[in-house]
């Protein structure tokens, strides 16, 4: 079993940054491919970025490509979510994710196995 715990989130303004982090504990994750969902009140977990099981190739969502950074240090078992430029829309809760098996990255919430028990995330205008 793995478990993730993820820290990081709060209130800032819009145009500010954020770094979320994400500790997995149980198991290392070293051959995971992560990723980090979000999910807004009132709407479905949608895809943030994600990264394969070596954190060389990563995917963005494109509302977040070009802001977002997503960063995966295995010797600290930790996947990072750098984000910058916030704007009112990215408010929502932000989900950790990590597969059981290795592999390049995925963008389905059902393929991942491990879940965060989420950070809020509130961008004021």
């Known amino acids: 079993q793995v478990q993730l715990v993820e820290s990081g989130g709060g209130l800032v303004q819009a145009g500010g940054s954020l770094k979320l982090s994400c500790a997995a504990s149980?198991?290392?994750?070293?051959?995971?491919?992560v990723a980090w969902f979000r999910q807004a009140p009132g709407k479905e977990r949608d895809i943030v970025a994600a990264?394969?099981?070596?954190?060389?190739?990563?995917y963005y969502a494109d509302d977040v490509k070009g802001r977002f950074t997503i960063s995966k240090d295995n010797a600290k078992n930790t996947v990072y979510l750098q984000m910058n430029n916030l704007k009112p829309e990215d408010t929502a809760v932000y989900y950790c994710?990590?597969?059981?098996?290795?592999?390049?990255?995925?963008?389905?919430?059902?393929?991942?196995?491990?879940w965060g028990q989420g950070t809020q995330v509130t961008v004021s205008s």
């Open positions: 149980g198991r290392t994750f070293s051959s995971s491919p």
């Open positions: 990264t394969n099981w070596s954190g060389v190739s990563r």
């Open positions: 994710a990590a597969r059981r098996s290795s592999g390049g990255y995925y963008l389905a919430s059902l393929q991942y196995d491990y």
